[in-house]
């Protein structure tokens, strides 16, 4: 596996759902000599939809790695991919996903442009500073319009979107591309599935918006590039093509530039160009900023660099279970290298553990390899106490990577075994379920006793079901899905929690004075801080102290529900040498919290989402008032290809069976996303009904 990092890429496809993202990973694959037959999403035989729900829906639920080799310029280059999920319910692919990737390739349908998981891939890709190219896809379909995306692209996403390339004809007249930098045409072979094409010069009616096209590109990056810009003003003649690509790769890498491709991946058309500029403008491990982590000893920032020679260091950044091989750790070494059968530290759980396997994947099949070493993305078998985000490395070189951050679960569903026999097999399932996906969590009711699950969405929680029946054998009874709502605190009290058990012999005692108060802006969870002067409770107590408080989160005051953030400071009390224990400790902590969380004017948060809605201009006053009717508060209205898009705020508490009212009131025409964007404060009037019910 010793191999030139130069010509390694890792790489990630994302889109909005059904833009052809595992059409064009398909593809990629078969000209790349991997399969030799296309896979095609619709007859549920893609390689990279592998699990059966991704075949049955046409969907791509859970993003799947694989790994290929292209010629480019007598070079091999090595690609990782990671083909990623479009669904809004599914978005920790995505983020997990980007992590770890150098680059990425964004897809754009060529009719509907810009959408709204479209925006979300973005935002999630500026957050993580990869450098990406876009391609306009589905150019064969009547009404695309591949300039207009182009111009979508800079007004929605704010990128400087630069077209290398523009179509030649489109719809049902789509043949082929104009390469703007060689400035010549290409038309692909349809009898071999498009595996060979030929160069023809550029048709004579393309030859004028060809050079506008040509000059933009000079324009663009003349703004970056002092030389390019000299010989622009000067001698635009002299610019040659190999200066013209060394500085779109320094700009697409710097993210100053988005290089724009166009092609039909279903008609075979334009995939091959992709692979050449994956090779020619997206970084190798080299190009990109070396990884920065915290030493756990020292708390010193360390910086690691992608060499063989440095310590080991790698990122857990997906769990998965396979019912062949087990448990399988997907990862990505940053700096060092690891063989099979070594050992590797955890630094989340202190723990060493050996590494039985190491797999290079392809989609769910896996190719045993002896070793692996930086810059590259495989899968571990042999590791048991492991998580999503978790920082593998050389346990005398320790170092603690930035971990990956994932959205609350909004959705909850109330499930129980259909056979009481099955209440284990549930528990197991369930167990795993959740190390495989950080945003589905399990929790019992503390009111009903009830096991809920909750997630990202209807969608998610039913392939979560579908999951228990198939992988793991457990039928279970739903209820109907609920909303995951929170409590928040509103102001700061003191109080006094004396907590005092007799019971003959040796009693119970603490004794804790402390403010609770709303925890600061921005911060989840519990903040602890201790003002005890004078050992009037003794250190060894406060853990428990905490630990108390920290379980009493979990049941808010109002219904229950889990308290959103809080800030507690232990300002005195007191103890006695024999009667005070941890447990003491501890009952005063849950006691006192829950009494003084009364006391804070606690309020209801509910999820609210941002929702678009895509409808025909005559059915646009009943959907606006339908929104209306479900507290929802419209945004923005912009118009689209002869059809009003309506942006809203909506509570999702109002969105159960949305879908059908959508389809009756546009008359089957109108189409709807929707994802999580805040918590907010539930009105006085609804608040009632939910700690009622």
């Not at 019992?444 to 039913?462: A, F, P, R």
């Not at 005051?557 to 809080?566: H, K, Q």
Request: aromatic share 8%.
């Amino acid at each position: 596996m010793s191999k030139n990092l130069n010509y390694t890429r890792n790489i990630g496809i994302a889109a909005h759902i059904d833009a052809g993202k595992t059409t064009t990973t398909e593809r990629i694959l078969f000209y790349t000599g991997i399969n030799h037959k296309l896979g095609e999403v619709h007859d549920g035989a893609a390689t990279m939809d592998w699990m059966l729900q991704e075949q049955e829906r046409g969907i791509t639920i859970t993003s799947a790695a694989t790994c290929c080799r292209w010629k480019y310029k007598n070079n091999e280059y090595n690609i990782n991919i990671i083909d990623t999920p479009g669904h809004v319910d599914f978005t920790v692919e995505v983020e997990r996903s980007l992590r770890v990737l150098d680059g990425m390739i964004v897809l754009f349908s060529a009719v509907e442009g810009v959408e709204p998981q479209s925006e979300t891939v973005w935002r999630q890709a500026n957050k993580y500073s990869i450098p990406r190219i876009a391609f306009v896809n589905k150019m064969d379909r009547q009404g695309s319009d591949f300039f207009n995306v182009c111009l979508q692209i800079k007004k929605m996403l704010g990128a400087n979107s630069v077209p290398l390339q523009i179509p030649i004809g489109s719809g049902d007249n789509f043949i082929g591309i104009v390469d703007l930098i060689k400035k010549k045409g290409i038309i692909w072979n349809d009898e071999n599935y498009g595996l060979t094409f030929k160069e023809i010069p550029i048709p004579y009616n393309m030859k004028e918006i060809v050079k506008v096209y040509y000059n933009n590109i000079i324009e663009s990056l003349s703004e970056y590039d002092d030389k390019i810009m000299e010989k622009f003003l000067y001698d635009q003649n002299s610019i040659s093509e190999k200066e013209i690509i060394c500085s779109l790769k320094k700009n697409t890498i710097n993210m100053n530039i988005i290089p724009i491709f166009c092609g039909s991946s279903f008609k075979n058309k334009g995939v091959q160009t992709i692979l050449d500029a994956i090779c020619m403008y997206l970084p190798s491990p080299l190009e990109v900023k070396n990884i920065i982590g915290i030493n756990p000893i020292s708390k010193n920032q360390e910086i690691r660099a992608p060499n063989n020679n440095d310590p080991f260091s790698a990122l857990a950044f997906k769990i998965s279970s396979d019912p062949f091989v087990g448990r399988l750790a997907f990862f990505r070494v940053y700096s060092g290298q690891i063989h099979a059968g070594s050992y590797s530290f955890n630094v989340r759980s202190k723990n060493k553990e050996r590494i039985s396997r190491i797999y290079q994947m392809h989609a769910n099949k896996q190719i045993p390899i002896k070793k692996i070493g930086a810059g590259d993305i495989a899968a571990i078998v042999g590791l048991k106490n492991i998580k999503t985000g978790d920082t593998l490395c050389d346990e005398n070189y320790p170092i603690l990577l930035d971990n990956i951050s994932f959205p609350e679960p909004v959705i909850g569903l109330a499930i129980e075994p259909k056979l009481k026999s099955d209440i284990d097999k549930m528990s197991l399932a369930l167990s795993k379920l959740m190390e495989e996906d950080p945003t589905f969590q399990v929790r019992t009711d503390s009111y009903t006793g009830q096991t809920i699950i909750s997630g990202m969405g209807e969608l998610h929680l039913e392939i979560i079901v579908d999951r228990m029946k198939r992988e793991f054998k457990v039928e279970v009874n739903q209820g109907n899905p609920q909303v995951e709502y929170k409590e928040a605190l509103r102001i700061g009290v003191k109080h006094r929690e004396i907590y005092k058990k007799q019971t003959g012999g040796r009693g119970k005692f603490a004794d804790i004075l402390f403010k609770l108060e709303p925890g600061d802006y921005g911060k989840q969870g519990l903040e602890f801080i201790s003002k005890i002067k004078g050992g009037n409770i003794p250190k060894e107590y406060l853990p428990s102290i905490e630990k108390g408080c920290r379980d009493m989160m979990k049941n808010g005051p109002l219904s229950g529900y889990e308290i959103d953030n809080a800030k507690i400071t232990i300002l005195d009390g007191s103890y006695h040498s024999v009667d005070s224990d941890q447990i003491s400790f501890e009952i005063a902590g849950k006691l006192g919290f829950k009494a003084a969380a009364k006391k804070t004017n606690p309020i209801l948060l509910e999820p609210i989402m941002k929702l678009e809605v895509i409808v025909p201009e005559e059915n646009m006053g009943d959907i606006i008032g339908d929104i209306n009717k479900r507290r929802g508060i419209i945004q923005n209205m912009i118009d689209k290809n002869n059809t009003k898009i309506i942006k809203a705020m909506i509570p999702l508490s109002e969105m159960f069976g949305y879908v059908t009212v959508l389809r009756t009131l546009s008359s089957g025409r109108g189409t709807s996303s929707m994802e999580f964007s805040h918590y907010d404060s539930v009105p006085k009037n609804i608040v009632n009904n939910i700690i009622n019910n």
